[in-house]
């Protein structure tokens, strides 16, 4: 028997996360970011499941050759552009289109002289301070490229950094610094992320990228899935290996960091931080044994965690534990760990098979 640690993808819940996406989406059109291998889901699977998307975006080359080479046909969105001049060739070749964020990327395609167009997407900061050019040099930059040969189109897009309130003037200045910025310009535009798309309107601009959201996590801070339209896609499961009485006053694991204030039962599961389960999570955090809530007692360790299963006298050698998932949120979790669902995701490492439930 394997190792029981197991990630469940559901892909019935991306699909349907995908159609709610589209439907707030209106009549924009839909960039898909399977980044991360589909923020650790499986890139191939996802993107299959995510045909229906206008395009797909992801963060180096390597990504999109994964797609390509798998026969995916669909545009494909660098989100960083190229990261050396060196791989316009490549990227042409491929072709990808390019976010164009900083001066020296748009010498690069001036200087290039390979065979190929490109869709060129010209970033601009309007707050976040990251990536992105400057508003007031976005007609010289636009013009610039516009200008080049190897050049199809230009599109503008920014990406803001506080969407996930729904109530912060930061992301109403930089919508608004956006506005000015594509004053005069009369091409596309792209700006809502899955924050973006859900909470404010005025993101909702030609082209919008849902990331997030897609996988069943909330945009929002302390946001509710559920109440989103959102379905959890991944699954991240592992059963009891072994079942023990701990007396009051005894203590588990390393550092002995939990002492059982009263004689209780306790289960040992495999899973532990090699895994992608945070280690910073303690006693008190929740989890799932056959679908009834208990939680966690002392540390995390690498391949092992201690669960109380006091209160499920049902539960034994082989009990199915849920960390997160239907019925326990990655956010709840998330908010544990003081991180994103973002992290919890693509922490989840190799070791940890994938199961993919049927779209």
Request: with cysteine.
């Amino acid at each position: 028997m394997s190792r029981p640690a197991r990630a469940r993808i559901d892909l019935g819940a991306l699909r349907h996360n995908f159609a709610r996406a589209r439907s707030a989406a209106g009549g924009s059109r839909i960039i898909a970011v399977i980044k991360a291998n589909a923020y650790g889901h499986g890139v191939l699977p996802a993107a299959e499941v995510l045909a229906d998307a206008d395009a797909f975006a992801v963060a180096s080359i390597e990504e999109a050759l994964v797609l390509r080479d798998a026969g995916v046909d669909k545009r494909i969105l660098l989100l960083a552009g190229i990261f050396d001049p060196a791989e316009l060739d490549e990227a042409a070749s491929r072709r990808l289109d390019l976010v164009v964020h900083d001066a020296w990327q748009v010498a690069a395609l001036q200087s290039w002289r390979g065979a190929g167009r490109f869709d060129a997407w010209l970033k601009i900061d309007t707050g976040m301070h990251r990536l992105g050019v400057a508003s007031a040099d976005v007609p010289v930059h636009a013009g610039a490229l516009r200008a080049l040969p190897c050049v199809r189109v230009v599109r503008l897009m920014t990406h803001l950094a506080c969407a996930d309130e729904p109530d912060s003037p930061h992301a109403a200045a930089q919508l608004a610094a956006m506005e000015r910025a594509c004053d005069g310009f009369d091409g596309e535009v792209c700006v809502a992320n899955s924050a973006g798309l859900l909470g404010w309107p005025a993101a909702r601009c030609d082209w919008v990228r849902p990331g997030i959201m897609l996988y069943g996590s909330s945009p929002f801070v302390g946001g509710d899935a559920d109440r989103d339209g959102l379905r959890p896609v991944m699954h991240l499961e592992s059963k009891i290996i072994a079942v023990r009485d701990l007396p009051r006053g005894e203590c588990i694991g390393y550092g002995a960091s939990y002492t059982a204030e009263k004689d209780l039962r306790m289960g040992v599961v495999a899973l532990g931080y090699a895994d992608g389960y945070p280690r910073r999570l303690g006693t008190g955090t929740p989890v799932l044994v056959d679908g009834r809530r208990t939680r966690l007692l002392g540390r995390v360790s690498m391949d092992l965690i201690t669960l109380d299963l006091t209160g499920i006298p049902g539960a034994a050698v082989g009990s199915a534990v849920r960390f997160w998932g239907e019925g326990l949120p990655a956010d709840e979790i998330a908010a544990a760990a003081g991180t994103i669902a973002y992290e919890l995701f693509t922490g989840v490492n190799a070791r940890v098979r994938r199961e993919y439930l049927s779209a």
